[in-house]
């Protein structure tokens, strides 16, 4: 069973930057889609980046290119989210998920991951 732990999450002034990371259990190992995702309070889980763990495609969602940049380390069993240019809308809370792929590409809805991680908070505050 897979397994996800977010971490890395804190405060960070506007325009500062962020590197959260997901410890995926198997990740070298089991071909999946890996996904990163916020949630702030009353709004809905939005997709920010996915990768596939056997071929390192990455895909974003179009609000978030080129402010966030999905990232693999195989030996580690780690995916990354590099987050630059943090605004205060951006505080939230920033889970990982992870999932066997169902389709040719890894997508960004929610509702296709079944392993959740705990989440970590950012908070973008002067």
């Known amino acids: 069973e897979v397994q996800v732990v977010e971490s890395g999450g804190g405060l960070v002034q506007p325009g500062g930057s962020l590197r959260l990371s997901c410890a995926v259990s198997?990740?070298?190992?089991?071909?999946?889609?890996v996904g990163w995702f916020r949630q702030a309070p009353g709004q809905a889980r939005l997709g920010l980046a996915t990768?596939?763990?056997?071929?390192?495609?990455?895909d974003y969602a179009a609000s978030g290119k080129g402010r966030f940049t999905i990232s693999q380390d195989s030996d580690k069993n780690t995916v990354y989210l590099q987050a630059n240019n943090l605004e205060p809308a951006g505080s939230a809370m920033y889970y990982c998920?992870?999932?066997?792929?169902?389709?040719?590409?890894?997508?960004?809805?929610?509702?296709?991951?079944?392993?959740w991680g705990q989440g970590t908070q950012v908070t973008v505050s002067s």
């Open positions: 998920a992870a999932n066997a792929p169902t389709w040719g590409y890894c997508p960004l809805a929610d509702y296709e991951y079944g392993t």
């Open positions: 198997s990740l070298n190992s089991t071909n999946l889609c």
């Open positions: 990768i596939r763990s056997t071929t390192g495609q990455e």
